[in-house]
C-alpha cells in the first residue's frame, strides 16, 4: 500500500478496477436495515437509504455495502476509529478505487461503519464508540479492525462489508461471526483512496454471509487475469493444535468432511514445527509497527491522550523500534516466508482462521489479558499469510459454542480459484457453512 498522507489522501485517484446460499441480491431473511437517524452508532457512523447510491448496473445490482471507516467516500469524511482524527478531516474529494468499483458493479453504499482505531487491533472493541455487536453469539465481541462491516453485514444490514487485512482484520470478524470473509494476496485489490497501516502487509478485503457473494465481490473487485490453479491441500496438525481444543476439534471435523468429498483437492498432511511461530509473530508485529509508525507517527505525538489504551500501547511500542530491529525482523520475514512457500509451492494449507472462539465481552476490556493474550495465539495464525503475501479465505465451521473459522491459504494470485473453491466446500462439506450449537 501506499503510504498517504492527510492532503495526499485527498488527492487519490478513485480508478476502479477492471451451506445453504442466498440468491445474489435478495435480502437476508432477518434483515432490518434501520432507519438512518435509528442506527446503532455502534456499527454505523453514516448510514442512508442508501448513503450512495450505484453508479452503474451489473452483478452486484440490489446489494449493498458497509464501508469500513478508512476508505474514502467522495462528500464524507474519514474517521479512523478515533473521534479527534475525525475532528480534524476533510469531505473527500474522489472515492476510493474499491469502493468505485463496487458502485460501478450496482451495489449501493449503505454506509460507513465503524473501525477499531486506525485499524491496530484485532478485537473490535473501540472505546470510543463501543463494540458492535455479533448477533451469532451476542454475549461476545465482534472482532475487528473491519469489525462494523462485520457486524452490519451479520444483523443483515449491508450484503457485502468492504475492510481491509493487515495482521487478521478480515478473517478473525468473519470466524467470530459465522460469516465467509476474503484477504486477497498483497496488491491484488488496489488501496487507492485507503488511510494505511503497514503498507507491506495491508489488503483491502471483504465479507459475506454466504461464499457466492463474496465471490461475486470478488469478480468485480479481483484482477481479471487468473492465477495458478492450486494443485492440492495440506493439513499440518502442529499449526492446528495452536488453537484452543474446541477450534481444533471443530477444524478436524471439517478436515474429515474435506475427505470425504469427491470433488474437492486432494488434502495431505504435512509435519510443520509450530514453535517458529512465536518469532515470526515478533517480526511480523516489528516491520507493522515500524510502518504504523511512519504512517501515524507525527499526528499520534501531539494526540496520545485521544488514544484508547490497546491502542497507545502499540503505538508506544512501535515509536521505540530502531533501524536494526527492522533490519532483524526482516531477516526472520524473509527466512518464514521462504519456509512457508517451500513447505506449501502451489498448494492450499487448512488452518484455523482464529486461535479461539470470540472472547466474551465481559472478559473483553480494552487492552485488557484476556484480548492480548488471545490475539497473540491469534497472530500465530493469521501472520501466515501476511508474511507470504497469500491470499486467504475464512469459511464458517460448525462448532459447539460459538462461532469458527476454517481459513483455506491458497498461492499468491490464486484468488479467484480460491473463491470459487470456497463455493465447493460450502456445498461439499456438510461441517462447512453452520453456525454454533449444531454439533
Not at 484477504?183 to 507491506?200: I, M
Not at 463474496?214 to 469478480?219: D, E, K, Q, T, V
Not at 511461530?277 to 501531539?302: D, H, I, M, N, Y
Request: overall charge positive.
Amino acid at each position: 500500500m501506499q503510504a498517504v498522507n492527510r492532503r495526499g489522501f485527498l488527492a487519490l485517484a478513485a480508478a476502479a478496477g477492471a451451506g445453504a446460499v442466498l440468491p445474489l441480491g435478495a435480502r437476508h431473511p432477518a434483515s432490518a436495515a434501520p432507519r438512518p437517524g435509528a442506527a446503532d452508532p455502534t456499527v454505523w457512523r453514516e448510514f442512508g437509504a442508501p448513503l450512495v447510491n450505484a453508479t452503474g448496473h451489473g452483478p452486484l445490482s440490489g446489494l449493498s455495502v458497509a464501508v469500513k471507516d478508512l476508505f474514502a467516500v467522495e462528500g464524507h469524511r474519514v474517521g479512523a476509529g478515533n473521534p479527534a482524527w475525525l475532528a480534524e478531516s476533510r469531505p473527500q474529494a474522489m472515492t476510493a478505487a474499491a469502493v468505485s468499483a463496487l458502485l460501478a458493479a450496482g451495489a449501493d453504499v449503505a454506509g460507513i461503519a465503524r473501525t477499531d482505531e486506525f485499524a491496530y487491533s484485532l478485537a473490535g472493541t473501540n472505546g470510543h464508540y463501543g463494540t458492535p455487536p455479533n448477533p451469532a453469539a451476542p454475549d461476545r465481541i465482534s472482532g475487528g479492525s473491519t469489525s462494523g462491516p462485520a457486524s452490519a453485514v451479520a444483523l443483515g444490514q449491508a450484503d457485502i462489508g468492504l475492510g481491509t487485512d493487515t495482521g487478521g482484520s478480515i478473517r478473525i470478524p468473519s470466524s467470530y461471526q459465522g460469516l465467509y470473509g476474503i484477504r486477497p494476496s498483497h496488491g491484488a485489490v488496489s488501496a487507492a483512496g485507503l488511510l494505511p497501516l503497514a503498507p507491506s502487509f495491508d489488503t483491502v478485503g471483504w465479507i459475506a454471509r454466504d461464499a457466492r457473494t463474496l465471490r461475486a465481490a470478488g469478480r468485480v473487485l479481483l484482477p481479471r487475469t487468473e492465477g495458478p490453479m492450486p494443485s492440492g491441500a495440506v493439513l499440518a496438525q502442529d499449526i492446528v493444535d495452536v488453537a484452543s481444543t474446541e477450534v481444533a476439534a471443530s477444524v478436524r471435523r471439517a478436515v474429515a468432511g474435506w475427505r470425504r468429498a469427491a470433488d474437492l483437492p486432494r488434502l495431505r498432511t504435512v509435519r510443520f514445527d509450530a514453535s517458529v511461530l512465536p518469532g515470526w509473530v515478533r517480526a511480523f508485529q516489528t516491520k507493522q509497527g515500524v510502518e504504523a509508525w511512519r504512517q501515524w507517527g507525527p499526528w499520534v505525538s501531539r494526540h496520545w491522550d485521544s488514544l484508547n489504551p490497546d491502542v497507545r500501547a502499540r503505538f508506544e511500542t512501535a515509536s521505540a523500534y530502531t533501524s536494526a530491529d527492522l533490519a532483524a525482523a526482516e531477516r526472520v520475514l524473509r527466512e518464514a516466508r521462504d519456509r512457508v512457500d517451500d513447505l506449501l509451492g502451489d498448494r492450499i494449507l487448512l488452518l484455523p482462521s482464529a486461535s479461539s472462539v470470540a472472547p466474551t465481552r465481559e472478559e473483553a476490556s480494552i487492552g485488557g489479558p484476556a484480548i492480548e493474550e488471545t490475539r497473540a495465539q491469534t497472530f500465530q495464525l493469521t501472520c501466515l499469510a501476511g508474511l507470504t503475501g497469500r491470499c486467504a479465505v475464512s469459511i464458517p465451521i460448525r462448532s459447539r459454542t460459538a462461532p469458527v473459522g476454517l481459513c483455506l491459504v491458497g498461492p499468491r494470485g490464486s484468488d479467484r480459484h480460491l473463491l470459487d473453491l470456497a463455493v465447493r466446500v460450502a456445498a461439499a462439506v456438510p461441517e462447512a457453512g453452520r453456525r454454533a450449537g449444531t454439533v
